[in-house]
């Protein structure tokens, strides 16, 4: 149940490391805003799962929260609700934005112009379809991010719209690990 937790949390700021391109490399903070599925909000769920993880943080001996921060690379959590997240040098300098590993593939189309970052995604593996469309805007050390996607599968149809807001703290990421290290590390395995 708690690396449940932290996966999911970890996972619910995902959408807001699409900005890449023109991100500055160190530590960000990033606020969920407006969170989405199936048109029924998620930050009550967010806000518990967050809660959830900070009150068993809480409770474990100080080598048992060692190791949780050891698996959330050494993200953080604000008393705001935020998130702390590395952008390597390399993830910085990508000309590209960084999807979210469920998807599975580049993005099929995006396009820069001045501060505004704009793609598309359409993907297909392991009997999924993801399709979906952003914004991320630069204004200063803020990146805010808008982003609509579909997912099919044999589940069914599932929609999802996210905005998000990232702010530069400074070069120094003060030990946590860069997101692309916790996407990897994320990412489900098929079965053998």
Not at 22 to 42: S, T
Not at 57 to 84: D, I, L, W
């Amino acid at each position: 149940m708690k690396k449940f937790a932290v996966i999911l949390v970890s996972l619910l700021a995902m959408p807001a490391v699409y900005a890449g391109p023109f991100m500055k490399p160190g530590l960000w903070e990033v606020h969920l805003g407006k969170q989405v599925m199936d048109g029924k909000d998620m930050a009550p769920q967010m806000a518990a799962a967050q809660a959830m993880l900070q009150e068993q943080m809480a409770k474990m001996s100080p080598a048992q929260r060692k190791q949780m921060e050891q698996m959330m690379g050494g993200q953080t959590m604000s008393g705001a609700g935020g998130q702390r997240i590395c952008i390597s040098p390399e993830m910085a300098a990508q000309d590209k934005p960084m999807m979210p590993p469920e998807a599975k593939c580049e993005p099929s189309k995006f396009e820069r112009s001045g501060n505004t970052l704009t793609f598309e995604l359409n993907c297909n593996a392991d009997g999924r379809t993801i399709a979906g469309r952003g914004t991320s805007v630069t204004s200063g050390d803020l990146v805010t991010s808008n982003m609509d996607m579909t997912t099919t599968d044999a589940r069914g149809r599932h929609t999802m719209q996210s905005e998000s807001q990232m702010k530069y703290l400074g070069a120094d990421c003060q030990g946590v690990k860069p997101v692309e290290q916790l996407m990897k590390s994320m990412q489900v395995r098929p079965k053998q």
